[in-house]
């Protein structure tokens, strides 16, 4: 219905100049610019996805969590539970997953690049700035 309402709506800007003119004694009307119609925003929803394609995958054994920071909360969290957005068209939030071994010792952490909608692995602790 905001949708209908919306495109029955429409936003004309004007323009005024001090032209003369061609008698020299006038100065010209006011004329519409462009017509648009009004475009009210759609508020997003986020949902999990279920997909068979998309099961949880357990990490192999001696592989853990060390912490995890997305781009619309960089703190590094270390428990609990962490959204990461994906998007229809590919786009993938940026966050950090830091992996570590069972003693600490061993680091690795998944990177995702956003645009790309791709993930680059290094071994190494990184933080979402770098």
Known sequence: KEEEEAKKSLLTETSTTDEKDT?????TEKKPIVDVP???PKEPTF???AEHLL???KLPDGVYFKDIAVEHDPR???AGKVTLAFFPNG???AAVINLRDEDDEVHYSLKT???LGEVSIESEYR???E
């Not at 008698?23 to 100065?27: C, L, R, V």
Request: proline residues 8%; aromatic residues 4%; charged residues 35%.
């Open 23 to 27: 008698k020299g004694d006038k100065e």
């Open 38 to 40: 009004k475009l009210l």
């Open 47 to 49: 949902s999990q996805v």
């Open 55 to 57: 099961r949880p995958v």
């Open 76 to 78: 590094a969290v270390n």
């Open 91 to 93: 786009y993938v939030e």
């Open 113 to 115: 690049k956003p645009v």
């Open 127 to 129: 933080t979402l700035e």
